[in-house]
Every structure is written in C-alpha cells, then in structure tokens.
C-alpha cells in the first residue's frame, strides 16, 4: 500500500510490478504520481512534461489556421445570391 500526497487517499500498489520512476494516478482524486521509492512504496506528484505545454501551442495555432477557412465559407455563400448586390 501507498498513500498519494495529494489526498492522502490508500493505494494498492505491487511492489513487484512497480520499478522507481514509473507513473500511475490517483484512482481518488486523478493525480499524477511517481513511484519514488520501493521499499516501502513512496508516491510523489510526477513532474508535469514540458513537452505537453509545447503541443498544446501547437493545438492553438492550428485552431487559428481553421479559423481562416470559415471566412471562405461565408464568401462561398454570398456568391450564391448571383454576385449582385442590392
């Protein structure tokens, strides 16, 4: 058994199907944790990646790059009128 440090919630963890720096979360409150230490089983917030903040940049900008194809949707639909303007 461990205890997560973010609620203190019991956690059953096998010491023989955990090495030091595997991850896994909180079934109770959903965190992040690291094995930290095997005997006894130490849990710790695992460190969030950097790398994720990086691809969610990326996620905005392709969000902005669609963005643009709805402008040529709405000129599409005013070319339906015939192109004359009233």
Do not use: H, R, Y
């Not at 896994?24 to 990646?49: K, M, Q, R, T, Y």
């Not at 902005?64 to 040529?72: H, Q, S, V």
């Amino acid at each position: 058994m461990a205890t997560c440090p973010e609620c203190d919630a019991e956690i059953e963890v096998d010491e023989f199907d955990v090495d030091k720096g595997d991850q896994l979360s909180c079934p109770d409150c959903g965190s992040n944790l690291e094995v930290v230490g095997l005997s006894p089983i130490e849990l710790d917030l695992a460190p969030e990646d950097e790398d994720d903040d990086d691809d969610d940049e990326d996620d905005l900008e392709d969000d902005d790059l669609d963005g643009d194809d709805d402008d040529e949707v709405e000129e599409d639909e005013d070319d339906k009128d015939g192109g004359f303007d009233e």
